[in-house]
């Protein structure tokens, strides 16, 4: 039996991560570099970078600051990105409980 094998759905944080890795090697830096420009920790830099991490919004913009980078860049260029993915895994959403009156 042949079973079909489908693309694993991209998560944000690996687009991101993905991203900000293309940034600063395009940029001819390394890891150490950015993360002491940023002030967060090199294995933490490398965890956003691989996806594996979720940046808060003051990191990321400590590291696009470290980057010469506009995060708004970064966040137009993750959108792309995904626009031009299969898919993004989506987290599953709860209604908000309503108490009754």
Do not use: F
Request: charged share 25%; aromatic share 0%.
């Amino acid at each position: 039996m042949i079973q079909e094998v489908r693309e694993r759905p991209a998560l944000m944080r690996e687009v991101l991560g993905e991203s900000l890795r293309e940034l600063r090697t395009s940029s001819s830096l390394t890891l150490r570099e950015v993360s002491g420009k940023a002030r967060v920790s090199l294995g933490y830099l490398s965890e956003v970078e691989r996806g594996q991490k979720e940046a808060s919004s003051e990191l990321l913009n400590a590291i696009c600051t470290a980057l010469d980078v506009p995060l708004s860049q970064v966040l137009r260029q993750v959108s792309d990105k995904l626009d031009g993915h299969a898919g993004v895994t989506a987290l599953p959403v709860r209604s908000p409980h309503v108490a009754a009156a």
